[in-house]
């Protein structure tokens, strides 16, 4: 069986800011009420990849979101350059042959990271999912990739909480469920379609939840992140 996760590492706050210094402002801001930080595509094009170094340098966690996907050989190899920053996750989207390529460049790096696949966005619903051509409703596509991912070997999953039940009873209890599009009750849902709130997370098996502008855009981010975890806890 997986390690238990304390309330508090359960949480990962997305750094979805436009620079170095603003992320670490809200970093000190958060203080010891997180440990676990994302940068994504925002931060990583703007330094974030050497924010993410000085983080892990510091004790923090580090989840490198930047959803690889591109011919097998570029994935293998970025992943290779990718490990040596000392994160804790990477993504790659959940299609076969990125993940195989992600898989063998995290065997060859030998670093630990753990290769996370995305299997359908959380701002998609059925809709969404007609529109770029599958013929599956999200549920049962979050489902064929997750059998996938376990079948590849990869370490983990990102899907909706929504689906985490049913992700749960295909890749087993050894693999990890990260869900983003969580929203406290009440807080603005923006662009997410599939969206669940801490504690139903917690209570659907799902090992981290992703929350980013709930935190960074609240008066007290702080504030926001400590109730966000005292909700996980109390749901466990
Ligand atoms: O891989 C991700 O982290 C991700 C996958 C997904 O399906 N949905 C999703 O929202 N994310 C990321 O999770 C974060 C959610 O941010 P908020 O919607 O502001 O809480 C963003 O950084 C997204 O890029």
């Not at 390690?3 to 436009?18: F, K, T, Y």
């Not at 996750?89 to 460049?105: D, E, K, N």
């Not at 596509?141 to 983990?156: P, Q």
């Not at 807080?187 to 980013?212: C, F, L, S, W, Y």
């Amino acid at each position: 069986m997986p390690e238990p996760i304390s309330p508090r590492d359960r949480l990962i706050v997305a750094l979805d800011m436009a620079s170095t210094d603003e992320a670490e402002r809200l970093i000190a801001r958060i203080g010891d009420a997180a440990s676990f930080y994302k940068i994504g595509y925002r931060l990583g094009y703007a330094g974030g990849l050497g924010l993410a170094e000085r983080l892990v340098r510091g004790g923090h966690k580090v989840f490198l979101d930047l959803k690889l996907h591109d011919i097998g050989n570029t994935v293998e190899e970025g992943v290779q350059s990718l490990a040596g920053i000392g994160a804790t996750f990477l993504t790659v989207h959940a299609y076969p042959q990125t993940m195989r390529a992600a898989v063998s460049g995290r065997d060859k790096a030998g670093s630990g990271l753990k290769v996370l696949g995305v299997t359908v966005l959380t701002s998609y619903d059925d809709a969404d999912a007609r529109d770029a051509g599958y013929a599956l409703p999200v549920a049962d596509l979050v489902a064929v990739r997750a059998a996938a991912a376990k079948a590849i070997g990869i370490d983990g999953i990102v899907c909706s909480a929504a689906e985490a039940a049913q992700v749960r009873a295909v890749i087993g209890p050894d693999r990890l469920i990260v869900t983003p599009g969580i929203r406290p009750a009440g807080a603005e849902i923006g662009d997410q379609k599939r969206v669940v709130t801490p504690a139903e997370a917690m209570r659907a098996d799902v090992d981290h939840v992703v929350v980013g502008r709930p935190i960074t855009a609240a008066a007290d981010p702080r504030d926001v992140a400590s109730r966000i975890v005292d909700e996980m806890a109390a749901a466990l």
